[in-house]
């Protein structure tokens, strides 16, 4: 197997993203209709980690307003005109293919973000990831009631977390 690389994802890569996100999260499902559109609605942000012989990973983000969190598997319908973050719902990897690898997909996040004028990233923590979105520049945010209830959604230990990017 080659190291792995990230690539732009294509609709033939849906069902392998449908597959590695029903391994790493059972917990979480969301239909591949919600892939779809998130890869549809904003195509730059949505990339898969391709092993030549296997797509092992993927990771999908789209423009957004911080504070506030997309439906877990719930369908966008459009992206916000005002989006003032790219909101990265998702990076998954599959274990054997781990090793700096979400590494590589967030600096790519972070310069579509700049490059469209965002100056923040945002996403939700679970599985006690924290702290490796710490290393790579995310600070967890203080919750209102609203913010909670959505939280409460995704796991026990879900945190909202944002990177402004004007501050690195």
């Keep these: 197997m080659s190291k792995p690389h990230w690539r ?29 559109e ?3 609605l904003c195509p730059d942000g ?12 993927y990771g999908l983000a789209h423009p957004w307003k911080q504070h506030r ?11 916000p005109d005002d989006a003032d973050c790219l909101y ?9 293919a781990r090793g700096g690898t979400a590494r590589a997909y967030v600096a790519a996040i972070e310069k579509l973000a700049r490059l ?9 923590s679970v599985y006690a990831t924290r702290p490796l979105w710490e290393r790579f520049g995310f600070r967890p945010v203080t919750t209102n ?3 909670s209830a959505k939280l409460a959604s995704y796991d026990k230990g879900a945190t909202y977390m944002l990177r402004d990017l004007g501050a690195t």
């Excluded at 969190?69 to 992206?79: A, C, S, Y």
């Excluded at 469209?116 to 939700?124: D, E, M, N, T």
């Design 69 to 79: 969190i997309p439906p877990l598997d719930g369908l966008l319908e459009r992206l």
């Design 38 to 40: 998130k890869m549809r």
């Design 145 to 147: 009631a609203e913010l």
């Design 88 to 96: 990265v719902h998702d990076v998954a990897v599959l274990p054997d």
């Design 116 to 124: 469209s004028g965002i100056a923040a990233l945002a996403l939700v």
């Design 46 to 57: 949505s990339r898969v980690l391709d092993a030549d012989v296997a797509i092992v990973g």
């Design 8 to 36: 732009p994802a294509r609709a033939s890569d849906l069902a392998a993203i449908s597959a590695i996100a029903a391994r790493i999260h059972p917990a979480l499902f969301e239909r591949s209709e919600v892939f779809a």
